[in-house]
């Protein structure tokens, strides 16, 4: 089974921090996405990698920053955390055949205040 | 760019048969997916529809009509672990990979 695992499930932080979220899948899949949830909106896509190194912004990338120097690792960066990126943000890769498949992970909850 | 449009909220009765429409407008057309998240879970996929017509999965069923731009997810026999978010999402065909566009999501509750 593919898995996704993510660094945190909850974290609070502070307006103004610099905020690292972590992302890490097992099966080898050359693309990797971040997305925030938020009710009501459902899931908007912030960047995604399709290889290590090669980003691509999506639809909402302001106030973050993303990074892949491995494979099987996607980073978020939040350089300067404000209250609106307070989330739950989810991390997922896709890869092989399946184009149109994700594998999500399970989240993580960020409040910042 | 997309948009779409599903339901808020279906509340339904264990063992009934509740349709999630989803209509879509895109600038070209790939393929519908569809993923059911349970609270505090995951998203996971359940079905994609690239062609017209009807895919069955077990209880689940999926179906597409690229004229209407319009697609459903039927779950038949419902469950109490059916309860859950299911969303729809589209890859415009001019849209690279990393682009599917999700829709907000049906709340489904399943009632004893």
């Known amino acids: 089974d593919v898995k996704v695992t993510q660094s945190s499930r909850y974290l609070v932080k502070r307006t103004g921090e610099k905020v690292f979220l972590e992302c890490v899948q097992d099966m080898d899949h050359e693309n990797m996405f971040w997305y925030r949830q938020d009710p009501g909106l459902g899931l908007r896509l912030i960047y995604f990698?399709?290889?290590?190194?090669?980003?691509e912004k999506g639809d909402i990338p302001e106030g973050y920053s993303v990074s892949r120097e491995k494979k099987e690792r996607f980073s978020l960066i939040l350089e300067s955390a404000s209250t609106n990126q307070t989330s739950m943000y989810l991390c997922a890769s896709r890869g092989g055949r399946a184009l149109y498949e994700q594998y999500f992970g399970p989240g993580t909850r960020l409040t910042v205040t | 760019g997309q948009s779409l449009e599903q339901p808020s909220e279906v509340t339904a009765v264990e063992g009934a048969i509740v349709q999630i429409n989803c209509t879509y407008q895109t600038s070209g057309f790939y393929g519908l997916s569809w993923y059911q998240q349970h609270d505090g879970g995951a998203p996971t996929f359940l079905s994609y529809?690239?062609?017209?017509g009807l895919e069955e999965t077990g209880r689940f069923s999926s179906f597409l009509s690229r004229s209407d731009s319009y697609g459903y997810l039927l779950l038949q026999e419902l469950q109490m672990k059916d309860s859950a978010s299911y969303f729809c999402?589209?890859?415009?065909?001019?849209?690279?990979?990393?682009?599917?566009?999700f829709g907000a999501g049906t709340q489904v509750v399943v009632t004893p």
């Open positions: 529809n690239a062609l017209d």
């Open positions: 990698s399709y290889d290590v190194k090669m980003k």
């Open positions: 999402a589209v890859k415009g065909r001019t849209d690279s990979w990393g682009k599917f566009q």
